[in-house]
């Protein structure tokens, strides 16, 4: 069965100071691999699709990698807003769907 | 970019009543879109897929007949809650595929927060 597990579920940080967030998954077949943020009461934001082990994409502060058991969202010298939900979802040419993770909720205190 | 909208994005209903919510694609279609529920600090989690002109396929443990969906055109899908209960209180987020952007193609709703009183 497939899974898709993200740590930690939260993460408290202070303002300036860097962490990663890990998505480890177990699927078959995988197409691609996607990264989203998702503020309260809102659906999820696109932030970055990853397709092969090795691929890294960056937009600001954020940086995905991927291997070929997990995916690694950085966030360097965070701030305020990037306070949010960041979750990772598995895409598999079979079955037409994403796979989500649970989250991690991040606060970035100023 | 792809946009979809969703309404409403709240509403509170009474115990026994139906509510439906609506999803649009509004600058593409969509073939497939997708009904997720979300429990407060959860994930989303899949509830069905429904493909324009045919029956929806609903995930394990997902009662059919109380989540109707309807997908009748390229550009709209919507969800029905009937006989609605307390229990049914959730976030629930559509999600609608542009098969054109291939695996980039799914672009979410903005959520509909569902109360039943």
């Known amino acids: 069965e497939d899974q898709v597990t993200q740590s930690p579920e939260a993460l408290r940080l202070q303002e300036g100071e860097s962490s990663s967030l890990n998505c480890s998954y177990t699927?078959?077949?995988?197409?691609?691999l996607f990264w989203y943020r998702q503020d309260p009461g809102k659906g999820p934001e696109f932030l970055f699709t990853?397709?092969?082990a090795g691929e890294e994409k960056e937009k600001e502060r954020l940086k995905a990698t991927l291997t070929k058991k997990e995916s690694f969202l950085h966030i360097t010298a965070p701030k305020p807003e990037d306070s949010a939900t960041y979750l990772c979802?598995?895409?598999?040419?079979?079955?037409?769907?994403?796979?989500f993770g649970g989250g991690t909720r991040v606060l970035v205190k100023p | 970019g792809a946009v979809v909208s969703q309404h409403p994005s709240r509403v509170i209903c009474k115990s026994g009543t139906s509510v439906k919510i609506e999803c649009r694609s509004l600058?593409?279609?969509?073939?497939?879109m997708f009904w997720y529920r979300q429990f407060p600090k959860q994930s989303l989690m899949l509830m069905a897929t429904s493909n324009e002109g045919s029956k929806a396929t609903y995930e394990q443990g997902v009662e059919k007949d109380k989540f109707l969906i309807n997908h009748a055109s390229l550009t709209l899908s919507t969800l029905t809650v009937t006989s609605a209960h307390p229990e049914d209180s959730s976030f629930y987020i559509c999600?609608?595929?542009?098969?054109?952007?291939?695996?980039?193609?799914?672009?979410f709703g903005s959520g509909t927060r569902l109360t039943v009183v």
């Open positions: 999600s609608a595929r542009d098969h054109g952007q291939g695996a980039l193609g799914y672009t």
């Open positions: 990853l397709y092969s």
């Open positions: 600058d593409f279609q969509a073939t497939t």
């Open positions: 979802a598995v895409y598999k040419a079979a079955g037409n769907k994403l796979t």
């Open positions: 699927v078959s077949g995988l197409r691609g």
